[in-house]
């Protein structure tokens, strides 16, 4: 498991007092590119090699609700590849409970077609992750 | 099917030039909004009210990348009550294509608890939206 | 004036019930991509042409909160070239108060480089603006 | 000076592939709320005492982009109080530049009004972060 550890700020929140459903993807993204970041490949130096890892689908399930302030601790690993897709697991966690879960697919493009052979950096780094060898 | 219009707008892209899968989200929470003002009961006199309606699930399929300045169509309808969600689904078109897919789950709730029936004057307009009769 | 009318979503709101004071950056962007349009010019048609208006200077003033449900008109103008920069005043009207004011400065930059001739085609588009000919 | 770090992430760029200028806002937000942290007062605990520090100006200059990928510290300090105000100066340094610069205004509100005698428990926090006594 590759853990980021957040807090919740007004930005996060609504009226509600509670973090905004949509608030939870960014945190998604930020575990995903820290864990990349940590396997020893920047997403930006990927990005800048051609290659990029777009959402495909996203599905997030809402338990409880994170409030004002809150310490949460994003839970993420990556299932290994599935055909072309890279599904990435995340669970947010809060006072011991898991609040939230999500599934996310990755596909990996290059000039806006699937990549369907990986290139070796690339494929050594997701080996990494897969294996939670961080 | 109601049916909300938008432009990628600058805030709304990413480094690839193409819409942040994360911002599909707020477009969503704006299509029920407004849907619903349409059908007589604004979202903020609804909490007012003291009933809010938080999403539960979230998913979101993406099927072609959305670039800087298109103009989408956000097309939406409430599939009617299961239980005690309310299923909204949603497509998003741009060029006579469907770009994107999205199914969300919400409750009611008042005093953090799960509403169970209805208020009279919110059945009506729930309603009124699964029946597309805005 | 140009004139964009926006309401108060819940993803705008923070924990006081009031918009966040960050959004209301969005809501300045989309007057401006807007009144660009309405002048004859999409913003992502002038990016293509290789053209960028980026911010170099952003200031706001709140003077009064907005709460989740408003209705806002957010009323803009651009005040005429001055040197390099093109200021645009904008003021954030709900309840027939002006409850937030706003001024940005951009520049035209291509290439990275800052453009001090304006192309004419741009020019014309700009000076409608100024004149507020829409 | 409280020194926030963070990384440009592809939810904070746009389609030129720099950093979108409304997202510094958040991390303005965020250095402010860890600094009050680190002087031994959550943000939220503030809120939940019933005292709200809302934004009522903010400005920010842009000097040069930041791109995706890039680190980025955000230097804080609170430059004491002015009357009811409390000024806030950050600055956003990458590879040993400073590429943008920012000043909020804050003041203390309870229930709807402006605060002019500070509570001991927060003035006492708030001398911390004048002196930086960290």
Sequence with gaps: MWTLTKRVLPHHTDYAGVMWHGAYVQWLEEARVEALQAAGLGYAAM?????DMPVVTLHLDYLHPLRHGDEVSV????AGQQGVRWPWASRFVCRDMVVAEAMVN???VREGRLLRRVPAQLQEVMDQLVSQDL
Excluded: D, H, P, W
């Design 47 to 51: 990005t800048a090699m051609g290659v």
């Design 106 to 108: 990755l596909v990996m």
């Design 75 to 78: 839970e993420s690993y990556c």
